[in-house]
């Protein structure tokens, strides 16, 4: 597993004002940027329990996700408004996300809908995070 606790992960900005900053990347692409270059990310909030299924639901298969927890992150915030924008029509919380090979899997019921019906194993070799 590994743990995203350093912001400049997903550094939003790099501390310019002004026109330069108008140039920055938005924090949407950025977050785009880091879930199409890792294989599993899940957006998390610790002492979350349904969070904590997922991640072990993942380990358990042995699957190495990323793991960003929100409530650790500097920018936790824009991304937890980011994840409630995406999952604004299905009314479900906005963690745990998942994306699997960069794409928005869903939260807890998506991973378990999957996992009960034999498509998650597929989704998680397609995207590399499987070698079985």
């Known amino acids: 597993m590994q743990v995203v606790k350093d912001p400049s992960a997903i550094r939003v900005g790099n501390g310019e004002s002004g026109a330069a900053a108008a140039q920055m990347e938005t924090i949407y692409e950025k977050i785009s940027r880091f879930i199409s270059d890792n294989a599993v990310v899940v957006f998390t909030i610790s002492g979350c329990c349904m969070c904590h299924v997922v991640k072990q639901l993942l380990f358990g298969l042995g699957v190495g996700p990323t793991v960003v927890e929100l409530d650790h992150d500097a920018f936790g915030h824009y991304i937890h408004d980011f994840l409630f924008q995406l999952m604004a029509d299905s009314k479900q919380q906005p963690v745990p ?4 090979g960069g794409k928005f899997l869903g939260g807890i019921e998506a991973v378990m809908a999957c996992h009960i019906n034999g498509t998650l194993v597929p989704l ?3 995207a590399g995070a499987l070698w079985l």
């Not at 996300?97 to 699997?100: E, G, I, L, N, W």
């Open 124 to 126: 998680l070799k397609d």
């Open 97 to 100: 996300a998942v994306f699997v």
